[in-house]
């Protein structure tokens, strides 16, 4: 019965501590991504900080005691539960509220770390006695790298859309110092003092089981204090955070922290977006999409009566769900989603645009976000617009977003040179925007269009049909030396992390 209970009780545990050591790591390279941005910098620190302090914890465990080396396991459980459980909402409430906001995270990251790699040598001196040496080690390591798969898999399709970072945490932690208290209970004749290490592992459990209770006001109080705003709106998707700010009369939204438009002047930002492509396209008949997924691209397009149909590809269901049914965002986007010329594919453009017997289209509207890491940045790659090629008709006109060619030159000009290694024409333009400074864009053809008006839409705000006073560049947004962008190596990634990080 013994060892029964030994062999099931601690390969169980195995599996939740393999299970929540890699949640408490997703978490805090996802959390850093959102705060911090340059998600390719701070997944790989967090993912080497914490597989390094795990070699440090591996160590310490040399140094316990081998006569209460339970007593100590289940404390160490019941530490990195109670660390764990707070590590994102304590992360959340600090951020702009302390310098080198970095150093925490890796701190708590580190000290996590070193608590998970503490737990495996502790366990598998605990059970040396009572398993044959090879056995022991291979229902270790399985049960180990089952629980770090199921992980993997569960932290982004279920655990960020339905619970969030901060629950996830809570949750986890929960789970942690319940595995903990369970122990203590199934093996008190083993630990000496076993009634004051319950009474350790109910009050942390109480903690957590409080801060879970006001986790969704912890969220609202720390995302006010970041974006001094008043929020009107929260969701964590598969792919994002999203959150619209209310300030004065004026709408503002953000995804993972990064100002995404602000309705005090987003009509600038589509109009130049959308109308020079519309206006200097030979045919309109059918239109592409490719993000833009607030519809509000496809607002300004429907304003062509010539239009038949509009394809939107964006990857993220949830938006596009939010600005095609919330009434809130319906209302900045004139109910273009609900529009029956409307067509939405929830796919990844890359992926979508190697798919076969696409139709051909006569315009299309690029209009992702920028490209802060390797999953954004083949969006913009030489063999991304080579794909791009197989569906676009014979005269076709594209416009692509590119960034600002004045706080981010080499990341714009890099866009630009990149296009105009597929394509036979490629004009690149700016505007300014109050919200952001001055903004860029690429028109491209397969051809040498001329610049003859086809058509104009009367009484718009911003636009006046005249594309040349948009194309004159002044020396400090012009670079001449920069690299195409391709998928082996992303050089524009780079370009952007590094002239971004500067504001």
């Known amino acids: ?41 701070q997944f790989s620190l967090i993912i080497g900080i914490y597989l390094f302090s795990m070699g440090i914890g591996s160590y310490l465990s040399k140094f316990f005691q081998s006569d ?85 898999i569960l932290f982004p399709v279920f655990f960020i859309p339905y619970l969030g970072l901060i629950e996830t945490s809570i949750v986890f932690g929960i789970v942690n110092i319940s595995t903990g208290l369970l122990m ?123 239009v038949k149909t509009i394809t939107l590809v964006d990857l993220d269901e949830e938006m596009t769900r939010l600005f095609q049914k919330n009434q809130l965002f319906v209302k900045m986007n004139n109910a273009s989603l609900q529009h029956q010329k409307v067509k939405i594919i929830n796919k990844d453009a890359f992926a979508w645009l190697n798919e076969r017997n696409h139709k051909k289209y006569d315009v299309v509207i690029i209009d992702f976000p920028d490209p802060s890491n390797f999953s954004l940045g083949k969006l913009y790659t030489n063999s991304f617009y080579a794909s791009l090629q197989k569906v676009l008709s014979k005269e076709a006109v594209v416009v692509v977003q590119s960034t600002s060619p004045f706080f981010a030159p080499k990341s714009f000009w890099c866009i630009h040179k990149t296009i105009q290694s597929e394509f036979v024409t490629a004009v690149p333009y700016h505007v300014y925007l109050p919200s952001f400074g001055e903004w860029g864009f690429t028109l491209t053809a397969n051809y040498d269009y001329d610049n003859k008006i086809k058509r104009k839409i009367p009484n718009l705000k911003f636009y006046n049909y005249n594309l040349d006073n948009f194309t004159y560049f002044s020396k400090d947004m012009l670079i001449n030396e920069v690299e195409i962008n391709k998928l082996n190596n992303q050089k524009l990634v780079a370009y952007f992390n590094a002239e971004w990080s500067n504001y």
């Open 1 to 41: 019965m013994v060892k029964i209970k030994y062999e099931y009780l601690f390969l169980i545990t195995i599996f939740i501590i393999s299970t929540c050591g890699l949640i408490y790591e997703l978490i805090a390279g996802t959390l850093a991504s959102y705060l911090l941005g340059d998600s390719i910098t």
């Open 68 to 152: 209460n080396l339970i007593k100590r396991f289940i404390e160490i459980e019941i530490l990195i539960g109670l660390i764990g459980g707070l590590s994102a909402p304590l992360l959340f409430l600090i951020f702009n509220r302390v310098d080198f906001f970095e150093f925490y995270l890796y701190f708590i990251v580190f000290v996590i770390g070193c608590l998970v790699g503490l737990e495996i040598p502790l366990l598998m001196n605990i059970l040396k006695d009572k398993f044959q040496f090879s056995t022991l080690v291979s229902n270790v390591f399985t049960f180990d790298y089952i629980g770090a798969l199921i992980a993997s």
């Open 184 to 306: 203590c209970f199934l093996l008190e004749k083993e630990i000496r003092g076993s009634y004051f290490l319950k009474f350790k592992g109910f009050f942390s459990l109480l903690i957590l089981i409080v801060t879970l209770w006001f986790a969704s006001k912890i969220l609202s109080f720390s995302e006010k204090n970041l974006y001094g705003e008043n929020i009107v709106f929260s969701k964590t998707t598969k792919h994002q955070r999203i959150v619209l700010t209310h300030e004065r009369k004026n709408f503002n939204l953000y995804l993972n922290n990064n100002l995404q438009f602000s309705t005090f002047d987003e009509y600038r930002y589509h109009e130049m977006l959308v109308h020079p492509t519309m206006s200097l396209a030979n045919k309109i008949d059918h239109v592409l999409i490719l993000g833009g997924g607030d519809g509000l691209a496809a607002r300004e397009i429907l304003k062509y009566q010539e």
